[in-house]
């Protein structure tokens, strides 16, 4: 069946850094890649978006990247904080009224 | 105030109970959304609605059901709880210009049936 899954369960990073958290993605008609951060007690955060026709996007201090070629989604978060500290979710959509399909989330540690 | 609450934030009830979790949004979104996370298992849905008069089943619906009483109000039942109910449960919203893509979720209600 369809899947979106993470390469990594957890990535530690030296404050400063820049992180890359990836993800793989099963379904090729996919219209839309949606990265979410859940802080501690919280609920998800939408991040950023990409369209599928797309290959490169950028936010505040994040940028989306995505290789169709191989299935392959990435969010890079420049100049880490302590704050990024979080699970990061990738997702997909199909369609206008299709549900989100969220990956199993990969934790980013950083270090001080 | 927030934007999306959920109440209970916390419940804990015995196996074979009825429950109900309640989420109102002040956001005036249409859409509206219930998951439910589980350690290593990412976000789930449950159910969705577009609009009162739309109720949709999402990937898990079994032993749950859900009302919108109002564009703003969207609860989810367990009709009689058992133990691999127990989890994180989140309600979410989104409106029409972003679709589904941009959703914003309430504070979680941590269930535990015992």
């Known amino acids: 069946g369809e899947s979106v899954g993470l390469h990594l369960p957890t990535l530690s990073v030296q404050e400063g850094d820049n992180s890359i958290i990836n993800c793989a993605y099963s379904n090729s008609a996919s219209d839309y890649f949606i990265w979410y951060k859940q802080e501690s007690g919280k609920g998800p955060q939408f991040i950023i978006d990409i369209r599928s026709n797309m290959d490169k996007r950028q936010g505040q201090r994040v940028t989306v990247l995505l290789n169709k070629t191989v299935k392959h989604l990435s969010l890079q978060i420049a100049a880490t904080q302590p704050g990024d500290s979080a699970v990061y979710f990738c997702?997909?959509?199909?369609?206008?009224?299709?549900?989100?399909?969220f990956g199993k989330g990969i934790t980013l540690s950083v270090r001080p | 105030d927030a934007d999306v609450t959920q109440t209970p934030r916390n419940r804990i009830t015995k196996t074979g109970k009825r429950i109900m979790l309640e989420c109102s949004q002040t956001?005036?979104?249409?859409?509206m959304y219930w998951y439910r996370q589980d350690p290593g298992l990412g976000l789930r849905l449950i159910y969705y609605?577009?609009?009162?008069?739309?109720?949709n089943k999402g990937e898990i619906s079994d032993g749950y059901s859900v009302s919108r009483q109002a564009q703003a109000k969207f609860s989810l039942s367990l009709e009689s709880a058992i133990p691999n109910q127990t989890a994180l449960y989140f309600c979410a919203t989104s409106d029409r210009v972003s679709h589904l893509r941009e959703q914003y979720f309430g504070p979680g209600t941590r269930l535990t049936v015992t």
């Open positions: 956001k005036g979104h249409d859409r």
């Open positions: 609605s577009f609009d009162v008069k739309d109720i």
């Open positions: 997702a997909e959509s199909y369609g206008a009224n299709s549900k989100l399909t």
